[in-house]
């Protein structure tokens, strides 16, 4: 949710002018929700399925099916906070947004701190649930976390990067 906040921010130039749906940028903003955020939530429910649901949820008790509605799900949300945002900002309550945005991200990182316990131990959900697990970067688990994570700030940097020069063309009209 807040990639697509933070494109639609930086791309307010274009949404003024011509939308949420104008290209180039809805069009980035879609590549980056399908492209990277969808793969990456797939592999992480699929293959990691107890740490993707921070050992909250037995996965074996869930079809394997739930892992498509979870993937659609997380692009939705970049998608999602994408149009709200450009909606906000098209209605002149950018300073809204903006706060909107910092309890959001003021969420995220409680969130964050509370589960780093979570986040940090690789296990299955009994091992969760006996204390067997292990540190993240022990296992296989910690570096393809740490791959997603590079491809998906590098991915956000790059369409960042192209939304920025997007917006000078527009303001250049």
């Known amino acids: 949710m807040l ?3 933070g494109f639609a921010l930086i791309a307010r130039d274009r949404i003024r002018a011509d939308g949420p749906f ?3 940028a809805f069009h980035l903003v879609l590549l980056h929700a399908a492209g990277v955020v969808a793969p990456i939530a797939l592999y992480f429910y699929a293959v990691h399925p107890a740490w993707s649901w921070m050992y909250w ?3 074996e008790k869930l079809s394997g099916v739930a892992v498509l509605p979870l993937m659609v799900g997380h692009a939705a949300l970049v998608i999602g906070g994408w149009y709200t945002a450009a ?3 098209r209605r002149g309550y950018q300073g809204a947004l903006l706060y909107a945005t910092g309890m959001v991200a003021l969420v ?3 969130l964050v701190v509370a589960g780093i316990n979570r986040l940090g131990t690789a296990a299955d959900h009994l091992g969760w649930q006996t204390q067997r697990g292990t540190s993240l970067f022990d296992v296989q688990l910690g570096w393809a976390f740490l791959v997603s994570l590079l491809a998906l700030f590098g991915s956000a940097i790059y369409i960042a990067i192209e ?3 997007d917006g000078r063309r527009v303001r250049a009209r």
């Open 3 to 5: 990639f697509g906040i």
């Open 22 to 24: 104008s290209a180039p």
């Open 57 to 59: 949820v037995n996965p």
């Open 87 to 89: 909606l906000l900002i």
């Open 108 to 110: 995220l990182l409680i």
């Open 163 to 165: 939304l920025g020069r």
